[in-house]
Nanobody, 122 residues
């Protein structure tokens, strides 16, 4: 089973930036669609972004579009989430995910990592 290890979370002031990384232990990483989800305290989990295996297609939740960028380095088996212009409502545990299915999005089956905390203070 694919193993995912997130890093890069932390605390930042509103308007700041963070970059999350996810190391993926899988032999066929370059064909594996990847994504990020998040869960705030007391709220349901939320799809954030997804990227195809080649990196040629990306998808974003409306709430982060224009502020977050998902990318991947297939030579390093790593996927990233660059988060700019952070808001207090971005505070959540962020989960890297291996995603499955043909239409990537909130309903895609996914296998999640252990998560990393992002806290944005206003």
């Amino acid at each position: 089973q694919v193993q995912l290890v997130e890093s890069g979370g932390g605390s930042v002031q509103a308007g700041g930036s963070l970059r999350l990384s996810c190391a993926v232990f899988e032999r066929t990483f370059s064909s594996q669609a990847m994504g990020w989800f998040r869960q705030a305290p007391g709220k349901d989990s939320e799809f954030v972004a997804a990227i195809s295996g080649s990196g040629g297609s990306t998808y974003y939740a409306d709430s982060v579009k224009g502020r977050f960028t998902i990318s991947r380095d297939n030579a390093k088996n790593t996927v990233y989430l660059q988060m700019n212009s952070l808001k207090s409502e971005d505070t959540a545990v962020y989960f890297c995910a291996a995603m499955y299915g043909t239409n990537l999005g909130p309903e895609s089956p996914a296998h999640w990592g252990q998560g990393t905390q992002v806290t944005v203070s206003s």
